[in-house]
């Protein structure tokens, strides 16, 4: 497996999604893989914790998983299967739009928790990985490969040394600030205006769910939106997500309530009118924020993956499975026939920010798409195009969804598709006009030619 490559010491910074997968990756490839992690150990911690819930697993994150043995079990003994849009109008009408009329692919609804802790589990298998939790990456010299942590129970300061140093701590990356100070580093992050909080739909009385399962349900209302994924145990995960100023603005139960019967009138039931105000005034809205920056890599010594690299707004639900990508990619790169690690990070760096930069504008603009376009019938009429030419052509035309979501294609290229298609459809839409008119013209001209 591992090549030409030398064993390498290995320190992973962070076993959340992508930390524990990449150790996972390391360890498969024979190197000596220790992973610190600042809390305590998942599998322990019965309640959800960390951003959100539950998570839409697509072909990028499968393809990891693969990789390394999970991909089945994640897909048959924990996903739930979601085939499309399902939109709940505010007269509490419901319509659907399939994500892939074509060959039936699904997003599958996955527990964060779950996942996390099936990883964390499946790297006890390997006895060249080591799993430190409670452990806060506190100091580092990425160039040393030297990192300081601090036991967040005994406050101990544990420090060690490691050839390559991987940073998977999420969107607030130590180690990525430690990178910072490295010259020609590009950095940019911004909050967007919206929030999100999250809510639940409990099972109904026989423990089955209350709304179709095998569905991503949005509840659109142009500058904002609820969505709701399924869970194993027969409830929901809703998020809201809006304007801070609107969460703001619904500081007592009476505007909550008002609000929900404004917008989301069928959700109150289905949540429960206690459960709502309780679920509601419980937490307070969080934000968003979007991440790009590069080079990941120091030299041979260090890189960040993951939310560390290239955090994004979570509408495309393609944060987890681009940081699964990550791995995937690296992976491959550990196979070419050199022993050149610095190579391999440049590399690795180069050519995966440009399409972390494009899934990041992808899910700035799927925002729009879920809380807004999805209700237009221009929307509407353009998705039925692009199925019908998809039908006809599917090596040729894949719709963009369709090549972000059920394909490995770079990021970068599903965007070059779309601009394509859409000049392909307009210049057919000018060519039509330009034959109406023509055929009119003609019309008009035997019309006249003809009375005089
Ligand atoms: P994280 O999951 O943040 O893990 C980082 C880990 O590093 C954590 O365990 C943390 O404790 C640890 N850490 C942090 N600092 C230190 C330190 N100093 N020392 C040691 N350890 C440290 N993605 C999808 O693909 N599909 C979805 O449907 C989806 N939905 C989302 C919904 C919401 C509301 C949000 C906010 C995000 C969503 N995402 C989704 C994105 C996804 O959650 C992230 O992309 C993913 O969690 C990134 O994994 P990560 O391992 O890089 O970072």
């Given at each position: 497996?591992?090549g ?328 491959q790169l550990f196979q070419k026939p050199h022993?050149?690690?610095?190579k391999i ?108």
């Amino acid at each position: 497996e591992n090549g030409t490559f030398k064993k390498l010491d290995v320190v992973v910074v962070g076993g959340g999604l992508a930390g524990s997968l990449e150790a996972l990756f390391l360890a498969k490839r024979g190197h000596r893989v220790r992973l610190y992690e600042y809390r305590e150990d998942i599998r322990n911690t019965p309640q959800a914790r960390g951003r959100s819930i539950n998570l839409a697993l697509s072909i990028r994150g499968r393809t990891a998983l693969r990789e390394v043995g999970l991909e089945d079990h994640m897909i048959n003994n924990h996903g739930i299967p979601m085939k499309g849009r399902n939109i709940h109008r505010i007269d509490g009408s419901t319509y659907i739009i399939p994500y892939d009329s074509r060959t039936k692919q699904c997003i599958y609804s996955v527990g964060r928790n779950y996942l996390n802790g099936l990883l964390l589990q499946e790297s006890e298998k390997y006895e060249n990985v080591e799993r430190f939790f409670n452990h806060k990456l506190i100091a580092s010299n990425l160039r040393e490969g030297f990192l300081s942590f601090q036991k967040t129970d005994t406050k101990e300061i544990v420090e060690v040394n490691a050839d390559l140093i991987i940073g998977a701590d999420g969107a607030f990356s130590a180690v990525r600030k430690e990178i910072m100070k490295q010259p020609l580093f590009d950095y940019n992050q911004k909050y967007i205006e919206h929030g999100y909080l999250e809510l639940c739909i409990p099972p109904d009385s026989n423990g089955g769910f209350q709304m179709p399962p095998n569905y991503l349900h949005i509840w659109p209302r142009g500058e904002f939106m609820m969505i709701a994924l399924p869970t194993r145990t027969g409830s929901w995960t809703v998020t809201l997500f809006m304007p801070f100023t609107h969460f703001k603005s619904l500081d007592n139960e009476d505007k909550l309530l008002k609000f929900f019967e404004k917008y989301f009138p069928d959700s109150i039931p289905l949540i429960g009118k206690q459960k709502l105000i309780a679920d509601y005034f419980a937490g307070s809205a969080s934000p968003l924020i979007a991440i790009k920056c590069r080079p990941y890599n120091v030299e041979d010594k260090a890189l960040i993956i993951g939310d560390a690299a290239h955090a994004v707004v979570p509408f495309y639900g393609q944060g987890m499975n681009a940081g699964f990508e990550d791995c995937t990619i690296l992976n491959q790169l550990f196979q070419k026939p050199h022993d050149d690690l610095a190579k391999i990070l440049k590399e690795f760096s180069d050519t995966r920010w440009e399409d972390t930069f494009a899934i990041s504008d992808l899910a700035m603009y799927n925002y729009i798409e879920m809380r807004d376009l999805v209700t237009r019938p221009s929307y509407l009429l353009r998705k039925a195009i692009d199925d019908v030419i998809f039908w006809l052509v599917p090596k040729v035309w894949i719709p963009l969804y369709n090549s972000v979501t059920f394909s490995t294609i770079p990021y970068t290229q599903c965007i070059k598709n779309r601009q394509w298609q859409d000049k392909v459809l307009n210049r057919s839409l000018l060519f039509l006009g330009a034959v109406t008119s023509a055929a009119g013209a003609f019309y008009v001209y035997k019309k006249i030619v003809g009375l005089s």
